[in-house]
């Protein structure tokens, strides 16, 4: 039932913490997902908030989900666009994409709050370079009773499919159980994992640890439920079969292209994001390197 379990590696970045599950040692993807962070939940102090620089992606696809708070987004296609709770940010850098993320104004004023997910999807093999691209969703499909509630980020689940772009075969949701709430998880996606973010919850009643990442056994059925109530994010779908590569910001499935990417970024051949063109972040000395399979 429990292919594999993995933990997070836990960055604390002083007023909140980032955990990030995928790429490990023990696993670099859950379908097309390449890049698995949970954040928060965290109270910030009053006049701080989350600053990301400008910073440059390829080959890939970011997906933004909030529990609670704000993040202003800001791209070098030019869009500006504040996220919150309930809205699906994707954003496709294909060839390639600069974008900035920070706190609002008002959110600093008051203090910050940040709780949410932070991933990466692997653009499929003969996409990897199309046209950047961005899109924020609210109009997501629900599927509820009275004990339990589920928010269709991507792909389709119960019945029900999300309008939110998907490249690849994927599927993403958000699951929030209250006590004694139950729900099944279908089993036609390729790689399936499940990663408790609040809460109590268990598969088939085998408990899941907060933050932990639960990779599913493949075309097994299974029922998410909770005594006590929580919340979960179930996360997968198509295995991708041709390697992929990554480095610091940067997936691909050629080496080269990677290297490219690396020597336009330090040459300063990305395109600007308007609005927040004053500072950036620079290739750091030794970024993480992953390759996959």
């Known amino acids: 039932m429990i292919e594999q379990t993995i933990t997070p590696v836990t960055h604390d970045l002083g007023q909140f913490e980032v955990r990030r599950a995928i790429p490990s040692r023990e696993r670099t993807m859950v379908g097309p997902f390449i890049f698995v962070d949970q954040f928060g939940p965290a109270q910030l102090d009053i006049g701080g908030g989350m600053d990301v620089r400008p ?52 959110e600093r004023d008051k203090g910050a709050r940040l709780y949410g997910m932070q991933t990466w999807l692997a653009l499929p093999d003969g996409q990897e370079e199309i046209a950047p691209a961005f899109e924020a969703q609210i109009d997501l499909p629900v599927v509820e009773d009275q004990c339990a509630k589920a928010i269709v980020i991507m792909g389709e689940l119960w019945g029900k499919r999300a309008q939110t772009t998907t490249h690849a075969d994927t599927i993403y949701a958000d699951v929030v159980l209250a006590a004694s709430g139950a729900l099944p998880i279908e089993a036609e996606a390729d790689e399936r994992a499940v990663m408790l973010v609040g809460g109590e919850a268990g598969v088939d009643g085998r408990p899941l ?37 990554v480095w610091w910001n940067f997936v691909s499935s050629d080496r080269e292209r990677i290297r490219a990417a690396r020597d336009a970024w330090t040459r300063g051949e990305f395109p600007k994001v308007p609005g927040d063109d004053k500072e950036f972040i620079p290739i750091p000395e030794q970024p993480k390197t992953v390759s996959y399979p």
Not at 61 to 89: C, K, M, Y
Not at 214 to 238: F, I
């Open 55 to 106: 910073h440059p992606h390829i080959n890939l696809a970011t997906v933004t989900w909030l529990f609670e708070g704000a993040i202003d987004h800001r791209d070098s296609l030019g869009t500006f666009a504040t996220i919150r709770p309930g809205q699906v940010n994707l954003m496709t850098a294909g060839r390639g994409i600069v974008h900035s993320e920070r706190s609002p104004q008002e």
């Open 209 to 245: 640890v907060l933050y932990e990442l639960t990779v599913l056994a493949p075309g097994v059925q299974m029922t998410l439920s909770s005594e006590r109530g929580g919340r979960v994010m179930l996360l997968g779908g198509e295995a991708f079969a041709t390697k992929r590569h």
